[in-house]
């Protein structure tokens, strides 16, 4: 949520255990494009770049695959002209969220790396997080 990437839709995992944690998933959607020639987001000043590549909305069940339309249930759309994106590139990168009950501490594992744009945004470091739990 704060690192400018964009996920899949969060889902339950089958896996279980005796404490009743809650095992959920997540995948980086990879590097998407806007293909659209007449996209709002080539009007805009602080363009970065010649096409959209990094900010989106909505959400997508499945990574997208290299060159093929979205995926079937996928309603993720480029920000400025709503438009369906295309992937120019997978990640690897898996996100991993471990909860319990609302009184009980939550854990998120993120592996893999990223080397694609990402959208700017208010990344929370890890120190600041665990900062932040402890305080609590």
């Keep these: 949520m704060y690192d400018g990437h964009a996920w899949s839709r969060t889902i339950t995992s089958n896996i279980h ?3 009743k944690f809650l095992f959920c998933t997540s995948s980086c959607l990879g590097h998407l494009r806007c293909d659209n020639p007449a996209c709002e987001y080539l009007q805009r000043d602080h363009m ?3 096409v959209n590549e990094t900010e989106w909305e909505r959400l997508s069940e499945k990574v997208f695959e290299v060159g093929s339309k979205p995926p079937t249930g996928s309603t993720v759309v480029c920000k400025y002209c709503n438009v369906p994106s295309t ?3 997978v990640c690897l990168a ?3 969220y471990v909860t319990a ?3 009980m501490m939550r854990a998120c594992v993120h592996l893999g790396s990223h080397d694609h744009p990402v959208k700017l945004s208010d990344h929370r470091d890890f120190i600041e997080l665990i900062d932040n739990l402890i305080g609590e």
């Design 94 to 96: 898996n996100i991993y």
């Design 17 to 19: 255990n005796d404490l």
């Design 101 to 103: 009950t609302p009184h």
């Design 48 to 50: 970065t770049s010649k």
């Design 87 to 89: 992937s120019v590139d």
